[in-house]
């Protein structure tokens, strides 16, 4: 499996952008999908995780009501709606992939490189 992020960059605070994941070498449907996040000097956190239909997802309390995660299992793909951006939300994202079950579940099996996002106040 290798998943591939893309989508990052420079935003002020207040402003969007739409992380993209894509994934290859299996079936996008069996995995459950999950963005991670790590910003200088601390430790990678959980940020949203989508079940394998899409149809289940759920989030870390300080992205909650702004960061929206969605897949389209046709085009292989996961994305990350982040919405009213803070400076404190800058870090490198990474998607990934477990094919665990469980929603609130924090162990992925497979790791994308990461895109940085930056958010300038």
């Known amino acids: 499996v290798q998943l591939v992020e893309s989508g990052g960059g420079l935003v002020q605070a207040g402003g969007s952008l739409r992380l993209s994941c894509a994934f290859s070498g299996g079936t996008f449907s069996n995995y459950q999908m999950g963005w991670f996040r790590q910003a200088s000097g601390k430790e990678r956190e959980f940020v949203a995780a989508i079940s394998r239909s899409g149809g289940s997802t759920f989030y870390a309390d300080f992205v909650r009501g702004r960061f929206t995660s969605s897949r389209d299992n046709a085009k292989n793909t996961m994305y990350l709606q982040m919405n009213s951006l803070k400076p404190e939300d800058t870090a490198i994202y990474y998607c990934?992939?477990?094919?665990?079950?469980?929603?609130?579940?924090?162990?992925?099996?497979?790791w994308g490189q990461g895109t940085q996002v930056t958010v300038s106040s």
């Open positions: 990934a992939a477990t094919s665990r079950v469980t929603i609130q579940t924090t162990k992925y099996t497979y």
